[in-house]
Each structure stands twice: as structure tokens, then as C-alpha cells.
């Protein structure tokens, strides 16, 4: 028993080492001093007075954002319209669905931003699409028919207004 007791006594000569919890001083990776910033790209949009059966208008698109430490600058926009076609009835996880066709792009700002996110005029806009609403997401249906949900996603029913965003981060 004598034994166990030595083993765990501390030894005075070795102060100032890890065992004391000392950390020992080294260099920083991260330069304090730089200004941190992150780019944000997202696809969004945004319908009014909308109920089960349809909506008033719509607008949608993907935007690029530079996120620092002065605020938020706007660098790339692809914005569209999008006019309803019909009632989807086969997204059961929503509250409401609608089949919808986004109409011509509207480009604006540096479009090499929205590059950098995979994302072109080609890719958005131009097209029939799918949206949903249920219980806080945003849902889509997929080419082989399935439904799933790719952002977040408020409705009122107060305002009738339906709101989404799908948000990806990029450090620069």
C-alpha cells in the first residue's frame, strides 16, 4: 500500500511542467489581425397571399452575400419571377404544394461569385419547378417523383406569406 501512495505524490522537481495544467506558449494559426469574412450563397424565395389552392405572386432566385466584420455585402444576384401553374397534391408532408415555372433570370452584380457556388444563369430560372410548405421546411420534388425537404421555410397565416432559404457557406 506503501507503494500506490510514493507512485502518486507529486514530484517538487517537476514543476512547471504539463502536470502543474500549464499550457505552453506557441504560435497562433489563425491571424487575429486579418479581417474574417465568409462568403454565403442561397437560393430563396418569396410568395404572397398564398393559401392552398395558389398564390398571388412570386419571386425566387440565388444570391451571394459576403459576410464580415462591417456587415453584409451584396456580390451576385439571379432573380426571377415565378408565376403559379397548379396545385402539387402529392407532397404529403406538406401543408401546401404548388407546381410553379420561374420565369427569365435577371442577373445582377459580379456573376463569377455565383460561379464559385456551382450555380449559373443556365441552372436557374427558365423552368417548371416544385415548392412546398410543411411544418418549418422548405420541400421540392426530385426527377423521379419524391418530395424532399432543401431549406428552411416560414408561412403566415395572418400575412399569407411564404418565405424560404437554402443557405452554403464559403470561406474566402
Not at 7 to 27: F, H, K, N
Not at 102 to 125: H, I, M, R
Not at 153 to 160: C, F, M, V, W
Request: glycine share 12%.
Amino acid at each position: 500500500m506503501i507503494f500506490l501512495i510514493w507512485a502518486c505524490a507529486q514530484d517538487p522537481t517537476t514543476e512547471g511542467t504539463w502536470l502543474s495544467g500549464e499550457i505552453p506558449e506557441r504560435e497562433s494559426i489563425i491571424d487575429a489581425d486579418a479581417p474574417q469574412e465568409l462568403l454565403v450563397g442561397g437560393l430563396f424565395g418569396e410568395f404572397s397571399i398564398v393559401t392552398s389552392s395558389g398564390f398571388s405572386s412570386g419571386r425566387g432566385g440565388y444570391t451571394v452575400l459576403r459576410m464580415g466584420e462591417s456587415g453584409e455585402e451584396f456580390l451576385c444576384g439571379l432573380n426571377y419571377e415565378i408565376d403559379f401553374v397548379a396545385v402539387a397534391s402529392d407532397c404529403f408532408d406538406c401543408q401546401f404544394a404548388f407546381e410553379v415555372y420561374e420565369l427569365e433570370v435577371t442577373p445582377a452584380g459580379d456573376l463569377d461569385y455565383c460561379n464559385q457556388f456551382g450555380v449559373s444563369e443556365e441552372e436557374v430560372g427558365n423552368r417548371t419547378a416544385f415548392i412546398g410548405y410543411g411544418s418549418g421546411q422548405a420541400y421540392t420534388k426530385a426527377n423521379d417523383g419524391s418530395w424532399y425537404s432543401f431549406g428552411v421555410a416560414e408561412y403566415s397565416e395572418g400575412t399569407q406569406k411564404f418565405d424560404y432559404y437554402e443557405m452554403t457557406e464559403s470561406g474566402n
